[in-house]
């Protein structure tokens, strides 16, 4: 069986390396940003103002999530975690955690994530997303890549945008569309969102395998595509380059640009934000909570994050390095 797979993995290699002769994806875009480790450090922005998705969370700065060891860096690792060592106090604003915002902005780019861990558990709301660096929300767009909350196992992107952006139902992508209207003022701000086929995209079953790569492209004229790929089948599709083999299949999740949702006119350049946020408007909703096995060991969300602090062991992010990409202008 296993034999089988990895010769019908070769061959639609080998079909992959025919029809891209002409022009390899990865030569129409230039690596110009690769943050690995201390890297973050330059780029970003710990950001310490209340949730404004209303979780359980405390944002500390740089130098307090530094010293809590809430950030650690190394030469080839990032790490940022929620507080796994105290109760929290009735007076604090809830379980210290990380919320960062790259300095720079980014208009069509492609970003590639490199990451081993995220945060995953009961309670636990993380997102790697970036955002209209000009705004104000939903002014410019916001673009979720990776998203879920408490014990999922599926990734869920997004668009959150201005009115009058809709997705068709069907469309070229491998995941399940959850819902069609991008508008932040309908639904709830639900946005459009697609639910990824495969299981190991997310929390437990992710890190499990050890995590994988996020690609998001952000593009004009294309619109916005973002796949998932194990660590593992990479190293069955061996040798090849990641980045070629990703762009030349069909996205996980795919929000076209046309007339139910002009690009141009919702989207421009973002930023990059990685957060952990508790509980809150997601993860931490009665019904939401309720409907999760994490009911059985606490009433609420809110209870479960102020008595547990062993059960956020789990709860950060490990990258290993974000590559960002421009498409490539040839000189004149
Ligand atoms: C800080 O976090 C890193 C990454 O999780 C870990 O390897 C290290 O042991 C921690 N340091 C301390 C002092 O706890
Ligand atoms: C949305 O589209 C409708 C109908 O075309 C138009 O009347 C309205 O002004 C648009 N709203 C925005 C915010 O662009
Ligand atoms: C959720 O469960 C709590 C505790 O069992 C209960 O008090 C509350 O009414 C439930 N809420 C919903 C929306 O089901
Ligand atoms: C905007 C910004 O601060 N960019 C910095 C990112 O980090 C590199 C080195 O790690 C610096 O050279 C950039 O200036």
């Not at 929620?82 to 106090?89: G, I, L, N, W, Y």
């Not at 299949?249 to 952990?276: M, R």
């Not at 290993?320 to 421009?326: A, E, G, P, Q």
């Amino acid at each position: 069986m296993y034999t089988r797979c990895a010769i019908l993995a070769f061959a639609s290699l080998v079909t992959v390396a025919v029809n891209a002769q002409s022009l390899l994806p990865s030569l129409t875009y230039d690596l110009i940003v690769s943050h690995v480790g201390y890297d973050f450090l330059g780029n970003f922005s710990w950001e310490t103002a209340d949730d404004p998705t209303n979780g359980c969370v405390n944002y500390v700065d740089k130098a307090t999530a530094l010293k809590e060891n809430l950030t650690f860096v190394s030469d080839n690792k990032f790490v940022m975690r929620a507080d796994d060592t105290k109760k929290v106090t009735k007076s604090a604003r809830g379980r210290d955690s990380v919320r960062i915002h790259s300095l720079d902005a980014y208009d069509d780019a492609l970003f590639v994530l490199d990451i081993s861990h995220m945060p995953e558990g009961c309670a636990t709301w993380p997102a790697w997303w970036t955002l209209s660096e000009k705004g104000p929300w939903p002014y410019g767009g916001e673009i979720d890549i990776i998203e879920g909350v408490n014990l999922g196992q599926r990734n869920l992107a997004s668009l959150h945008t201005t009115p009058n952006c809709s997705m068709p139902n069907v469309r070229s992508q491998k995941g399940t569309t959850k819902s069609t209207s991008c508008d932040t003022s309908v639904n709830s701000n639900q946005g459009c969102g697609v639910s990824f086929p495969a299981q190991d995209s997310y929390g437990t079953s992710f890190n499990a395998v050890g995590g994988g790569f996020y690609i998001m492209e952000k593009s004009s004229t294309k619109g916005v595509s973002v796949w998932f790929i194990t660590r593992d089948s990479l190293l069955l599709l061996g040798g090849q380059p990641l980045l070629d083999l990703v762009l030349l299949s069909t996205p996980d999740a795919y929000f076209p640009t046309d007339k139910n949702c002009d690009y141009s006119k919702h989207f421009d350049a973002h930023s990059i934000v990685f957060d952990l946020t508790l509980c809150g408007d997601w993860a931490g909703s009665e019904s939401v909570w309720n409907a999760s096995t994490c009911a059985e060991k606490a009433s609420t969300c809110k209870s479960f994050v102020d008595n547990n602090p062993h059960e956020f062991i789990e709860a950060y992010w490990e990258i290993n390095s974000l590559k960002i990409y421009t498409p490539y202008v040839l000189l004149r």
